[in-house]
């Protein structure tokens, strides 16, 4: 394997030492790197109590494990990990408390990964806020720093969280805790507050301090500092590209009104999500222990909208989450017997409207950008519009730090809600080739319109990079998981999965831009309560249950056929076309070449879709070599347009 050089950016491409643009595909490690190991998962009971104690040593795997997972990921033609990291997983002992047995341990994986072709960015990774809070990312200690007691946030409806709901015993799927709900903790008053805090503490809370400084100076400076942590341990290391700012940060309140008035249709996200329409007032109030009624909203399958269906009173029992007085009543947000002091509180500054991308994400990307290109100048930033904004049509604002990826992420929401793939398109019958076609073209319109986000990144426009896309592999309550176990070895029970992966990857390589799917776990389990070890979710692209023996460079791969596809990894010149037909296993690429680029074209060519070996046509201008058996080079002598078809034997 050669050594790998680092990577730049040029315009909306890639580009290594050699001057080729690069694609970058590849796969997020790993799921489960959201919890402590060896027994972290939310498959186990637990009441976070030894949250200053745990290690994450062992995410994404024990090193003597580490050969066999990147071969495999390696077999299967990924180029590039988003390696995950937690800052509980670095600086969970407490304020400016390195865990530097787990730092020597991240270093080791970040290393090894060199030695099987793989390019790493690392990812700060969290979802809602904590652990604590339904999710994983920051340390049980920041809730402490804040004055909010963790252990009440169940019995105060502060928190959605499995290690509460979840009858253990009992098993399975359950209706008190519904697949795919964590997300609903952002509504929740403990995300609201934190996230509020973090982003924007200076503006809504002026006159909160801990140790001297304002409470977000204070997150923000303790969360940043674990990066760099991390960032010098990796500085002397080159495949590694550089770091995602945070993984689809909450945005609390910023942006809402105070209060959803008698009528009012709701703002920001319980607008457009299923659940709890709670507004920042309700939030407040429930946080100090008053009991509220919640308007609930369900997700009609039919028009994919979300109507009222009733409501729920949420903390009955009058339970304050508070250690301390309530900062934003003492801000002047609000009253302590529920009254308005200021309805554009959240919303609004000196009369202006706030922006949450261009008054607090721009200036936090900065912050970040500017901490690790302290510790080393060419390092890339990974940055990324909040979902649910991408959804509405929003985007970066202008003025992001110079080299600046777009890393947005793109899911079939459809799917990854209901965990079916089922589109209308295809009329229940998989093999329908317009219904295909109607798929994939609007998957293409989506991910284009992702793409173009990067349009405001620069002058000259940015890669765009998909850093998160995927499917559930528990599809249709986990049939392909029967069908295996009555031993069905066959990719029959992969079917659906192989065809939502193609269709996604189809639209990718239309528009030429990389990604990374979500996600490689190591410890995945096909049972319904473990999966990916966190919240009942199952999207890794392996698991132990589906080995088929030491002999099988796959073992473990589900619809790997869905995944494991031909593409040109570098490019001598510029790519204009790549396509790949599933059918036929025809793979073309069109690219405007330059021969000054000494180093050639580099296209993965993966023996799951040529048993028999492949084919290779290109221009008598070129010269194609066979490296390794999946492995093609294509040296052009001339400049100028060339088409190069891969077929089957």
């Given at each position: 394997m050669?050594?790998?050089g680092?990577?730049?950016m040029?315009?909306?491409?890639?580009?290594d030492?050699?001057?080729?643009?690069?694609?970058?595909?590849?796969?997020?490690?790993?799921?489960?790197c959201?919890?402590p190991f060896?027994d972290?998962?939310?498959?186990?009971?637990s009441?976070?109590s030894n949250?200053?104690?745990?290690?994450?040593?062992?995410?994404?795997?024990?090193l003597?494990e580490?050969?066999?997972h990147?071969a495999?990921?390696r077999?299967?033609?990924?180029n590039?990990?988003?390696?995950?990291?937690?800052w509980?997983?670095?600086?969970?002992?407490?304020?400016?408390?390195?865990d530097?047995?787990?730092?020597d341990?991240f270093?080791?994986i970040?290393?090894?990964?060199?030695e099987?072709?793989?390019y790493?960015?690392?990812?700060?990774?969290q979802?809602?806020?904590?652990?604590?809070t339904g999710?994983d990312?920051a340390?049980?200690?920041?809730?402490e720093?804040?004055?909010?007691?963790?252990?009440k946030?169940?019995?105060?409806?502060?928190?959605?969280?499995?290690q509460?709901?979840?009858?253990?015993?009992?098993g399975g799927?359950?209706?008190?805790y519904?697949?795919m709900?964590?997300?609903?903790?952002?509504?929740l008053?403990?995300?609201?507050i934190?996230w509020?805090?973090?982003?924007?503490?200076?503006d809504?809370?002026?006159?909160?301090?801990?140790?001297?400084?304002?409470?977000q100076?204070?997150?923000?400076?303790?969360?940043i500092?674990?990066?760099?942590s991390v960032?010098?341990?990796?500085?002397?290391?080159?495949h590694?590209i550089?770091?995602?700012?945070?993984?689809?940060?909450?945005e609390?309140?910023?942006?809402?009104?105070?209060?959803?008035?008698e009528?009012?249709?709701?703002t920001?996200m319980?607008?457009?999500?299923?659940?709890?329409?709670?507004?920042?007032?309700?939030?407040?109030?429930?946080?100090?222990?008053?009991?509220?009624?919640?308007?609930?909203r369900?997700?009609?399958s039919e028009?994919f909208t979300?109507?009222?269906i009733?409501?729920?009173?949420?903390n009955?029992n009058?339970?304050?989450?508070?250690?301390?007085p309530?900062?934003f009543?003492q801000?002047g947000?609000?009253?302590a017997?529920?009254?308005v002091?200021d309805?554009q509180?959240?919303?609004h500054?000196g009369?202006?409207?706030?922006?949450?991308?261009a008054?607090?994400?721009n200036?936090?990307?900065?912050?970040?950008a500017?901490?690790?290109r302290?510790?080393?100048?060419d390092?890339?930033?990974?940055?990324?519009?909040?979902?649910?904004?991408a959804f509405?049509?929003?985007?970066?604002?202008?003025?992001?730090?110079e080299?600046?990826?777009?890393a947005?992420?793109?899911?079939?929401?459809?799917?990854?809600?209901t965990k079916?793939?089922?589109?209308?398109?295809l009329?229940?019958?998989?093999?329908?080739?317009?219904?295909?076609?109607?798929?994939?073209e609007?998957y293409t319109?989506?991910?284009?319109?992702?793409?173009?986000?990067?349009d405001t990144l620069?002058s000259?426009g940015?890669?765009?990079?998909?850093?998160?896309f995927?499917?559930?592999?528990?599809?249709?309550?986990g049939?392909a998981y029967?069908?295996?176990?009555?031993?069905?070895?066959s990719?029959?029970p992969?079917?659906?999965?192989?065809?939502?992966?193609g269709?996604?990857?189809?639209?990718?390589d239309?528009?030429?831009?990389?990604?990374?799917?979500?996600?490689y776990?190591?410890?995945?389990?096909?049972?319904a309560?473990?999966g990916?070890?966190w919240?009942?979710?199952?999207?890794?692209?392996?698991?132990?249950?589906?080995?088929?023996?030491?002999?099988?460079?796959s073992?473990?791969?589900?619809?790997?056929?869905?995944?494991?596809r031909?593409?040109?990894?570098?490019?001598?010149g510029?790519?204009?076309?790549?396509?790949f037909?599933?059918r036929?296993?025809?793979?073309?690429?069109?690219?405007?070449?330059?021969?000054?680029?000494?180093?050639?074209?580099?296209?993965?060519?993966?023996?799951i879709?040529?048993?028999?070996g492949?084919?290779?046509?290109?221009p008598?201008?070129?010269?194609?070599?066979?490296?390794?058996?999946?492995l093609?080079?294509?040296?052009?002598?001339?400049p100028?347009?060339?088409?190069?078809?891969?077929?089957?034997?």
């Amino acid at each position: 394997m050669a050594k790998l050089g680092r990577l730049d950016m040029k315009g909306r491409w890639f580009v290594d030492e050699a001057g080729r643009r690069v694609i970058l595909r590849g796969v997020n490690l790993g799921g489960d790197c959201k919890v402590p190991f060896p027994d972290g998962g939310t498959q186990h009971p637990s009441d976070f109590s030894n949250h200053r104690a745990i290690s994450f040593v062992g995410r994404p795997f024990p090193l003597a494990e580490a050969d066999e997972h990147f071969a495999r990921l390696r077999h299967w033609g990924f180029n590039c990990l988003r390696l995950l990291t937690t800052w509980e997983a670095v600086e969970h002992a407490g304020p400016g408390q390195y865990d530097t047995e787990y730092l020597d341990y991240f270093a080791t994986i970040c290393a090894k990964a060199a030695e099987y072709g793989f390019y790493i960015f690392i990812d700060f990774h969290q979802d809602v806020w904590s652990r604590m809070t339904g999710g994983d990312g920051a340390p049980g200690w920041t809730f402490e720093a804040v004055g909010l007691d963790f252990t009440k946030f169940h019995a105060a409806g502060a928190a959605h969280v499995m290690q509460y709901k979840y009858d253990y015993a009992k098993g399975g799927r359950q209706d008190a805790y519904p697949t795919m709900t964590w997300s609903s903790n952002y509504r929740l008053p403990a995300n609201g507050i934190m996230w509020t805090l973090f982003f924007a503490g200076r503006d809504m809370t002026p006159d909160f301090l801990i140790d001297g400084v304002n409470v977000q100076d204070y997150l923000q400076g303790h969360y940043i500092g674990a990066m760099r942590s991390v960032a010098e341990r990796v500085k002397d290391l080159p495949h590694v590209i550089g770091f995602d700012t945070l993984n689809e940060p909450g945005e609390g309140w910023i942006g809402e009104k105070l209060s959803h008035g008698e009528g009012e249709d709701s703002t920001g996200m319980a607008a457009i999500m299923p659940g709890l329409a709670i507004s920042p007032l309700d939030a407040l109030l429930i946080a100090r222990g008053t009991p509220r009624d919640i308007p609930v909203r369900a997700l009609d399958s039919e028009t994919f909208t979300v109507k009222e269906i009733g409501k729920e009173r949420l903390n009955p029992n009058a339970i304050s989450i508070w250690m301390r007085p309530c900062p934003f009543e003492q801000a002047g947000a609000y009253a302590a017997d529920g009254s308005v002091r200021d309805p554009q509180y959240f919303s609004h500054r000196g009369g202006r409207k706030l922006s949450i991308e261009a008054d607090y994400m721009n200036p936090f990307f900065h912050r970040v950008a500017d901490a690790i290109r302290e510790i080393r100048a060419d390092w890339l930033v990974f940055a990324e519009v909040s979902p649910f904004r991408a959804f509405a049509g929003e985007g970066f604002a202008p003025g992001a730090p110079e080299r600046t990826v777009n890393a947005s992420h793109w899911y079939d929401i459809r799917t990854l809600a209901t965990k079916r793939f089922a589109p209308r398109e295809l009329k229940d019958n998989l093999d329908d080739a317009a219904g295909q076609g109607a798929v994939a073209e609007q998957y293409t319109a989506q991910l284009a319109h992702i793409a173009r986000l990067a349009d405001t990144l620069s002058s000259d426009g940015a890669p765009t990079l998909i850093g998160e896309f995927g499917i559930p592999y528990d599809l249709d309550d986990g049939a392909a998981y029967a069908e295996w176990a009555q031993g069905d070895r066959s990719s029959a029970p992969w079917k659906r999965h192989e065809l939502a992966l193609g269709l996604m990857y189809d639209a990718m390589d239309k528009l030429l831009i990389s990604s990374t799917q979500w996600n490689y776990t190591a410890a995945n389990h096909n049972d319904a309560a473990t999966g990916d070890n966190w919240n009942q979710e199952d999207l890794s692209i392996y698991s132990a249950d589906q080995s088929t023996g030491p002999n099988d460079p796959s073992s473990g791969g589900r619809a790997v056929k869905g995944f494991s596809r031909p593409f040109a990894r570098h490019i001598q010149g510029e790519p204009k076309r790549m396509s790949f037909d599933r059918r036929t296993a025809e793979f073309t690429l069109v690219f405007d070449a330059d021969p000054k680029l000494r180093a050639p074209t580099e296209i993965f060519v993966p023996l799951i879709h040529y048993p028999g070996g492949a084919k290779v046509d290109c221009p008598d201008t070129c010269h194609a070599e066979w490296i390794t058996e999946t492995l093609l080079h294509i040296r052009a002598k001339t400049p100028g347009p060339k088409m190069v078809v891969v077929t089957r034997l």
